[in-house]
Nanobody
Framework: QVQLVESGGGLVQAGGSLRLSCTVSGRTVSTYDMAWFRQSPGKAREFVGGILRTGSGTIIDYTDSVKGRFTISRDNAKNTLYLQMSSLKPEDTAVYYC?????????????????WGQGTQVTISS
């Protein structure tokens, strides 16, 4: 069983930056599909981006609304996943969740991931 703990959320003005961290314990982060999701009030949880295993390596994928602004990275030595967010917009306001999957499905659905962190609030003011 893997445990995920997010940190780094906060209140930022539009146009600003934040970096979220997800510390992984129990398993090595490189052996999982890792992703960030977010959920705004009244909306479904949505895939933000992830590092997903393929048969021959990994891919990094993002939802269209954050491409060019968000960057996902992974530090295997620290067993930590990061989400660097720049040019933040009020519509990025949400609770951000770290997720992990033992299965290499290349999935982007909530149901494709079997371990979740508790979430960290990100609020962008206009």
């Amino acid at each position: 069983q893997v445990q995920l703990v997010e940190s780094g959320g906060g209140l930022v003005q539009a146009g600003g930056s934040l970096r979220l961290s997800c510390t992984v314990s129990g398993r090595t982060v490189s052996t999982y599909d890792m992703a960030w999701f977010r959920q705004s009030p009244g909306k479904a949880r949505e895939f933000v981006g992830g590092i997903l295993r393929t048969g021959s390596g990994t891919i990094i994928d993002y939802t269209d609304s954050v491409k060019g602004r968000f960057t996902i990275s992974r530090d295997n030595a620290k067993n930590t996943l990061y989400l660097q967010m720049s040019s933040l917009k009020p519509e990025d306001t949400a609770v951000y969740y770290c997720a992990a999957s033992r299965r290499a499905t290349l999935g982007r659905l909530e149901s494709d991931f079997d371990s979740w962190g508790q979430g960290t609030q990100v609020t962008i003011s206009s």
